[in-house]
């Protein structure tokens, strides 16, 4: 049930992944980008996307900037299943980097932390890092990365203009957000309520994965007892409203008359000219919204999925990849390679990542703030950080359980195909298969 959009996020990214061959990139670390003549070298394997090497330059820029007696040289590796290869393979027959970018959640554990990398609690800067990302660099009692990034939000974006026009106000339950969808379409005008872009199957996934913050609030334990084999979907009165809110957007006739052919780049233009209000989607995708749209930075907002409590409404969110160190850099290296991830998990480190790219969400580091001229929906997303109880990490960073028809499931369902509860039993079946794939216990 991972997200696997066109643009940069989890091996969405999922995230988002979001291949070519591993490819020694050094003499960019050891250029003037990365101010090369330290006495100390240590070098940073990260992916070969644009924005993964644009991010790593400036990191490496910046910090020895601070510390001219450390050079870091970069290496990529291609990005999906080649690149998980790669790492896995360097892990186990000690030849990593001294540093290197990873996935969070359960890819994370697939790694062997434990056994193969160096654990950073006695660092200080542990306390600074956000609970939800915290929880996703742990193996045991132990921490082992920092955040490389912002988080990403599993939300609705919609347009500020639609709204305003409308008299209508953020909704913090789901009977507000299908009542602000009535007064939409009775409007007329040509305006979408939902857009939905089956296009591109994975676009299909929202009201569910960006639902699992209200699955966790009304049932605080049932990550792991679906990882136990012990809840699921169909059963779950909480997580199979999800499926429900899927089929009931259909069958209430709010989705955009071309949702079975639009695509993401489609749904985008949709929402940043006003031709559709609301828009489930990952925040990761705002940036590409902008790029051929820029009024949506303003135009454009973002809030957390509603669910049935408007007191325990809150965002779902999918935590930025780590950086890790692994136990086979020692000495002085071991030494400069801590350093570095102590800057990256610093306020000078966000402000580092800033100045590469427009951030995807609020960073996973406090103290660290969001530009002032960052798009509006991403700083929607930072009111849910802020609060106690706010914010809850998608499934799949808290259970390894996934499985790989959800996005062809709820097309199924979105569509008016198969009904909510054929649905989520359909899923369950489908994560059955991979479970048991894992050796997972219960299964």
Excluded at 264 to 287: C, F, R
Excluded at 304 to 323: E, Q, S
Aim: with cysteine; glycine share 12%; proline share 6%.
């Amino acid at each position: 049930m991972t997200f696997r959009p066109g643009t940069r996020g989890p091996a969405v990214l999922a995230v988002c992944s979001l291949a070519l061959t591993a490819c020694s990139a050094g003499s960019l670390g050891s250029s003037d980008d990365s101010g090369g003549g330290g006495s100390i070298e240590i070098t940073y394997l990260i992916g070969n996307q644009e924005q993964d090497l644009k991010e790593a330059q400036q990191l490496s820029k910046d910090f020895t900037a601070k510390n001219p007696g450390i050079t870091i040289n970069l290496e990529t590796r291609p990005s999906g299943s080649e690149g998980d290869n790669i790492v896995k393979t360097r892990l186990s027959t000690g030849d990593m980097t001294d540093v290197f970018a990873y996935n969070t959640g359960s890819l994370f554990q697939a790694i062997a932390p434990d056994k193969n990398l160096t654990s950073i609690n006695d660092e200080p800067y542990i306390g600074d890092l956000d609970e939800n990302f915290r929880k996703t660099v742990t193996s045991g009692d132990k921490v082992y990365g920092v955040p490389s990034g912002g988080f990403m939000g599993g939300a609705v974006l919609y347009s500020i203009p639609v709204y305003t026009k409308l008299g209508l106000q953020v909704p913090k339950t789901w009977a507000e957000f299908i009542a602000n969808n009535a007064k939409i379409k009775a409007a007329g005008g040509g305006v979408a309520p939902v857009i939905q872009t089956y296009g591109e199957t994975w676009t299909s996934q929202l009201f569910v994965l960006g639902d699992f913050h209200n699955v966790a609030a009304a049932e605080p334990d049932f990550a792991d007892k679906y990882t136990k084999n012990q809840a699921k979907y169909a059963s779950s009165p909480a997580a199979l409203k999800g499926f429900e809110h899927t089929q009931q957007v259909h069958d209430l006739g709010y989705q955009n008359k071309d949702f079975a052919s639009a695509k993401l780049p489609d749904g985008l233009k949709m929402l940043a000219t006003g031709k559709g209000a609301h828009y489930p989607i990952l925040s990761g995708v705002v940036n590409d919204m902008i790029a051929t749209n820029p009024n949506a930075a303003k135009d454009v907002g973002l809030f957390a999925l509603p669910g049935d409590d408007a007191t325990k409404n809150g965002l779902t969110v999918w935590t930025p990849g780590g950086i890790y160190i692994p136990n086979t850099t020692t000495g002085d290296k071991l030494e400069a390679a801590k350093k570095f991830l102590g800057f990256v998990a610093s306020p000078d480190g966000c402000k580092s990542l800033a100045s590469a790219g427009v951030p995807t969400g609020p960073y996973a580091v406090k103290g660290c703030e969001l530009p002032a001229d960052v798009p509006q929906a991403i700083k929607d997303m930072q009111p849910y950080l802020d609060k106690e109880g706010g914010s809850s990490l998608a499934l799949e960073f808290l259970s390894p359980v996934k499985g790989p028809s959800l996005e062809q499931i709820t097309v199924e369902v979105g569509s008016g195909i198969r009904k909510a509860k054929d649905g989520a039993a359909r899923y369950d079946e489908d994560v059955k298969k991979q479970a048991q794939q894992l050796g997972l216990a219960g299964w």
